[in-house]
């Protein structure tokens, strides 16, 4: 049987106008084009455009980069930033250990601390539903209203859906859970890179507390309680980022 | 300065111009810059390892940007077609004119076709950079190239509202 190329497809003709063809198709299609006056004088339009497009747009990277762009500016201004929030925070933060050795799932007495369950309970339900494709979320985040209304009544309290996006975070939706203690609820977010943050909320026991770290098999969470309600913050996140968003959910806006 | 920071600023003129495309607003465009370079200084531990830097910096920009538009666009006339944007100052009349042509008629696309083409025709983006910097498939990229030529074709082709557009040679 002898060997036929390819018959010439759209994406051929996509790629001859980008010049992404290897030369034996780029060949093949030269050939076939000097059949197809048509397609050829198409194809040189959409050149053309690629030429104009270049010609006119490509100068607008020219002008001289402003100072507040400088690499070492952004670096300066991030280091002040970074400061001033891991200052605050620091005195605030206790780390959790926790891993397979560390004995957070053997059910010692430690396990039955109500606030070791409810980061494992976040933890498990981070971990089963950010890699969920198709039901993330069982409300989206059009219907954000909505959402806090109902985890509001299921909770037995204001639930306020955060606004994280000045912290990148875009909000995908929330579920109800069963936590527990009762019912618990879910906001998932995302970060630009695509990458997934979940929000655990349990009703509070109406005492305040520190941060509290922990991290397990890879899920980097942090804890914490109002009055009001018990969060559990949970995301390949550094630490930092972490306590970032966790003051941004306490001081909106 | 480290090797890391040159290798970071020598994208930024091309973010700044893929931004101004995006935004059609010199503040606004430089506002996205910076940041999409605070984003990818302070998750530089985020990255995939070996992945290419260039494509990386794109594909945050883009994100943030969607991300901004969506949260925007209900209170918000930023990123509106038809921004103020018409050239650097001192440009000759011509240029500017010729610019603001070309900016509108890009305008004229939906922002995922748009991207494409500016991605792949000015930034000189691979087909699979571009897939991976928008998240989708290599033939989504090469299908939205398409429709979009095909639209500004069209355009061009336009007897009334195009003609403006069309190139004068």
């Known amino acids: 049987m002898t060997k036929r190329a390819r018959p010439v497809g759209e994406d051929d003709l996509t790629a001859y106008v980008d010049d992404a063809l290897s030369p034996e198709r780029r060949a093949l299609l030269e050939r076939w ?14 050149r053309a455009l690629n030429e104009r497009l270049r010609a006119t747009l490509g100068p607008l990277g020219d002008a001289p980069i402003p100072d507040r762009l400088r690499v070492e500016a952004i670096r300066r201004r991030l280091r002040q930033r970074d400061f001033g929030i891991a200052g605050r925070a620091a005195a605030a933060v206790l780390l959790l250990a ?22 494992r309970a ?15 979320v069982e409300v989206t985040a059009e219907a954000r209203a909505h959402l806090g209304t109902w985890l509001g009544n299921r909770l037995g309290r204001p639930v306020d859906i955060p606004d994280l996006s000045a912290a990148w975070l875009t909000l995908l939706g929330g579920r109800l859970l069963p936590g527990p203690n009762g019912p618990a ?12 943050v979940t929000l655990y909320i349990e009703p509070g026991s109406g005492a305040a507390s520190a941060f509290l770290f922990a991290e397990f098999e890879g899920a980097p969470a942090l804890a914490w309680r109002s009055p009001q309600l018990s969060y559990v913050l949970t995301g390949p996140l550094p630490r930092d980022a972490l306590i970032r968003i966790a003051h941004r959910i306490h001081a909106p806006g | 300065m480290t090797d890391r920071s040159r290798e970071i600023e020598a994208c930024i003129p ?45 594909a945050i920009q883009r994100n943030l940007f969607l991300n901004a538009r969506r949260r925007d666009a209900r209170s918000r006339r930023l990123f509106a077609p038809g921004g103020e944007f018409e050239g650097e100052a001192g440009a ?20 995922t076709q748009k991207s494409a083409l500016v991605l792949v025709a000015i930034e000189g983006f691979t087909y699979a950079e571009t897939a991976a910097i928008m998240g989708v498939a290599e033939g989504t990229v090469m299908s939205r190239l398409s429709r979009a ?20 040679k």
């Open chain 1, 33 to 46: 084009l000097d059949d197809h006056p048509e397609e050829r004088a198409r194809l040189e339009r959409d």
């Open chain 2, 14 to 58: 091309d973010l700044r111009r893929y931004a101004l495309v995006l935004c059609r607003d010199r503040d606004e465009a430089d506002d996205l810059v910076q940041d999409t370079l605070e984003r990818a200084l302070s998750r530089w531990v985020l990255r995939r390892p070996g992945g290419a830097l260039r494509p990386w910096l794109f």
């Open chain 1, 122 to 136: 976040a933890i498990t339900a981070h971990r089963i539903f950010v890699a969920e494709k198709l039901h993330p």
């Open chain 2, 149 to 168: 030529r095909a639209h500004l074709r069209k355009l061009g082709d336009a007897p009334s509202g195009g003609s403006r557009l069309r190139r004068v």
């Open chain 1, 185 to 196: 609820g879910q906001l998932m977010y995302e970060t630009p890179d695509r990458q997934r």
């Open chain 1, 98 to 119: 926790i891993g397979a050795g560390a004995g957070w799932l053997a059910h010692d007495r430690l396990a039955q601390d109500p606030q070791r369950q409810e980061i």
């Open chain 2, 92 to 111: 000759p009349p011509e240029a500017a004119l010729e610019l603001r042509q070309t900016l509108e008629m890009i305008d004229t696309l939906p922002e």
